[in-house]
Each structure stands twice: as structure tokens, then as C-alpha cells.
């Protein structure tokens, strides 16, 4: 159904792109390329709007939901390390 009608089209090393029906999104993420084991940060707050021509429909906090859900979910199923809004001491611990 639409509920669940998200995936995550591509993972770049400083954004996810993710589909929700007709409209994407680019999610802001950043992976640390000089430390391998460190964890791929995502960027709840960088959800903001739709790319075009769907700039201008509303994005609702239920979307963002839905957006970090397909992220959670195709990064646990590519068995990636994740941290969606990473903490300061998270960061101070790499």
C-alpha cells in the first residue's frame, strides 16, 4: 500500500536518496571514509523537502517516519553500522 510504498534508491558517501511513491527525497549522511568501521550518520533534520517538480507538496512529519523507516530498514538489510542523528559524544568517540 502507499503506507509502506518507500525504498532507498541509492546510499552515497554524504547522502540517501529515498522514494516515496513518485517523490524522492535526499537525505543528508555522512560516512567517515578514512575510518572503515565507523558508523554512517543520517540527518533526520536535513528531511526538510521534496525534490522537484514536488518541492512544494507538503513533506509531514509522518513522512519523515516513513523516510527514516526505508533507511533503517535497507541499511540493516545491506548490514551497514547506522547512527540517525548522531550524538556530540558519538562523534567524539570515533
Same mark, same amino acid.
Given at each position: 500500500? =502507499? +503506507? @509502506?510504498?518507500? /525504498?532507498?534508491?541509492?546510499?552515497?558517501?554524504?547522502?540517501?536518496?529515498?522514494? $516515496?511513491?513518485?517523490?524522492?527525497?535526499? $537525505?543528508?549522511?555522512?560516512?567517515?571514509?578514512?575510518?572503515? +568501521?565507523? #558508523? !554512517?550518520?543520517?540527518?533526520?533534520?536535513?528531511?526538510?523537502?521534496?525534490?522537484? #517538480?514536488? /518541492?512544494?507538496? *507538503?513533506?509531514?512529519?509522518?513522512?519523515? /517516519?516513513? $523516510?527514516?523507516?526505508?533507511?533503517?530498514?535497507?541499511?540493516?538489510?545491506?548490514?551497514?553500522?547506522?547512527?540517525?542523528? *548522531?550524538?556530540? /559524544?558519538? !562523534?567524539? @568517540? =570515533?
Amino acid at each position: 500500500g =502507499l +503506507m @509502506t510504498d518507500a /525504498e532507498v534508491t541509492r546510499v552515497t558517501p554524504s547522502n540517501v536518496t529515498v522514494r $516515496v511513491g513518485s517523490r524522492i527525497v535526499e $537525505v543528508s549522511g555522512d560516512a567517515i571514509i578514512d575510518k572503515p +568501521m565507523a #558508523p !554512517y550518520f543520517v540527518y533526520s533534520n536535513s528531511i526538510t523537502a521534496w525534490n522537484p #517538480p514536488h /518541492e512544494h507538496d *507538503p513533506l509531514s512529519e509522518h513522512d519523515k /517516519e516513513v $523516510v527514516l523507516q526505508a533507511i533503517r530498514d535497507h541499511l540493516d538489510r545491506k548490514g551497514f553500522y547506522y547512527i540517525i542523528d *548522531p550524538t556530540d /559524544e558519538q !562523534y567524539r @568517540t =570515533l
